[in-house]
């Protein structure tokens, strides 16, 4: 994509608004256009502005996340919703996608991997965050609020996807379990996972996804 991913950031903690300003500022390709503390405002915002993305606490005041979330969807359905949110239930992670969220990333996740489910949004699928994922929810989401499959980095845990990232970048078993202070053994089981999960069975072709998907780039 040509043009920045737009990006209206909402929670209630405003100390958090200029954490993530000053975070998306130095990642190329995403600005946060606007920032609001409740669910009133970030409707208001989202009609006024029209981002690609809404980042959306669900416990805000006002206007809960999810209704929140509803009304944006029902007047700008071209603006995405990714809600951030504290909780990990099924429940929650349903009443999110049934009032039209496109993501869902725990607020224990990384900075990286909000930036993979705006990235994984924008390309047109959902995305859960790798603890959401274990609930066994991948399938039934899928198939039930988007046609298109989960993209296969999302089956991936953050350790996995260390993992992935060393192997290709050239590093052995050895050299691996040194980086993450890890056994041998539990590279090798990291490895094998990786293989199934991907269905991919070498290490060129785990090289070659790893790149297609941005977690290392090429030496020209």
Avoid: W
């Avoid at 009443?95 to 869902?104: N, P, S, V």
């Avoid at 991997?113 to 994984?120: D, F, N, R, S």
């Avoid at 293989?195 to 020209?220: C, H, I, Q, W």
């Amino acid at each position: 994509m040509d043009s920045k991913t737009r990006i209206l950031f909402v929670d209630d903690h405003e100390v958090f608004h200029e954490c993530m300003r000053a975070l998306f500022a130095a990642h190329e390709g995403m600005e946060i256009v606007a920032t609001a503390n409740n669910g009133q405002s970030a409707v208001r915002l989202a009609q006024e502005l029209r981002p690609d993305i809404v980042v959306m606490d669900m416990s805000i005041p006002v206007l809960h996340g999810i209704e929140a979330t509803r009304q944006i969807v029902a007047e700008k359905p071209e603006s995405l919703v990714i809600i951030l949110s504290g909780h990990a239930e099924s429940d929650m992670v349903r009443e999110a996608f049934r009032a039209g969220a496109k993501g869902y990333v725990l607020k224990e996740e990384s900075f990286t991997e909000l930036v993979q489910a705006i990235e994984t949004v924008r390309a047109g699928y959902l995305f859960l965050s790798p603890r959401v994922s274990e609930i066994d929810l991948v399938e039934e989401l899928s198939a039930t609020f988007n046609p298109k499959p989960l993209p296969a980095l999302v089956q991936l845990s953050p350790r996995e996807k260390q993992v992935l990232k060393l192997l290709a970048e050239g590093k052995g078993v050895k050299e691996i379990s040194t980086v993450l202070d890890v056994s041998s053994k539990t590279v090798e089981t990291h490895r094998a996972n990786l293989m199934k999960k991907l269905d991919l069975y070498n290490l060129p072709e785990l090289t070659r996804f790893a790149v297609s998907v941005g977690l290392v780039k090429l030496s020209l």
